[in-house]
């Protein structure tokens, strides 16, 4: 089942610029976690944000979480070409994670 | 650094084979997981395993089994191939089942099934 959905599907930027995705789920969640997967490539996880977390940081990468609406947000920062990927969100229900169609984000030279 | 490896990253069977796609992880985890992803619906939990031979159903078991005979792999089997599962199937490992555990994916494999 696809709880998480992201939004936009795609996205292109400028190297430099930054990158904001959304993540909209269905029902509640402990935690929502997220990953990045390059071209062809298996997911690698980014971050985990836990349900009484409003942000969380990591390195250019700032996650915000809003259960009231039960969104999440993914902001890259100063984005470089390296960045180019997609991104998924999951969010785990009981014993499993559930991953949305992902966003893509293609950073341009 | 946890490795997942996966046997084939390209694959292609004729349809009514029986296929086998496996899986290795090196850091003695409990959990592994088999996914596929397709454009525009994300990934799919097939199946996924706790323990050694053991295994439970996921979103989309139809046409698939599964095997996990030593911890540390975890076997995908196609019983007889057909064009709808060409797609890309992912592996991942995890040392627990709770939600806050994170997932080591496989680079995957790209199945084609003519």
């Known amino acids: 089942s696809q709880q998480g959905e992201e939004d936009p599907q795609a996205l292109s930027i400028q190297e430099g610029e930054n990158a904001t995705m959304n993540c909209s789920y269905k029902?509640?969640?402990?935690?929502l976690q997220w990953y990045r997967q390059n071209s062809g490539r298996g997911l690698v996880h980014l971050i985990l944000?836990?349900?009484?977390?409003r942000e969380k940081h990591s390195g250019r990468l700032r996650v915000t979480l809003d259960t009231s609406k039960k969104s999440s947000s993914l902001l890259i920062t100063a984005s470089r070409a390296a960045d180019t990927a997609s991104y998924f969100c999951?969010?785990?229900?009981?014993?499993?994670?559930?991953f949305g169609a992902g966003t893509t984000v293609t950073v341009r030279a | 650094d946890v490795k997942v490896t996966q046997s084939s990253r390209y694959l292609v069977k004729r349809t009514g084979e029986k296929v086998f796609l496996e899986c290795v992880q090196d850091?003695?985890?409990?959990?592994m997981f088999w996914y596929r992803q397709d454009p525009g619906l994300g990934l799919r939990l097939i199946y996924f395993?706790?323990?050694?031979?053991?295994?439970e159903k996921g979103d989309i078991p139809e046409g698939y089994s599964v095997s996990r005979e030593k911890k540390e792999r975890f076997s995908l089997i196609l019983e007889s191939a057909s064009t709808n599962q060409t797609s890309m199937y992912l592996c991942?490992?995890?040392?627990?089942?709770?939600?806050?555990?994170?997932?080591?994916f496989g680079p995957g494999t790209r199945l084609t099934v003519l």
């Open positions: 991942a490992s995890s040392q627990g089942l709770a939600v806050t555990d994170t997932q080591y």
């Open positions: 029902t509640s969640i402990n935690n």
């Open positions: 944000i836990r349900s009484n977390e």
């Open positions: 999951a969010t785990g229900d009981d014993y499993k994670l559930s």
């Open positions: 850091m003695d985890h409990e959990n």
């Open positions: 395993s706790y323990d050694v031979k053991m295994k």
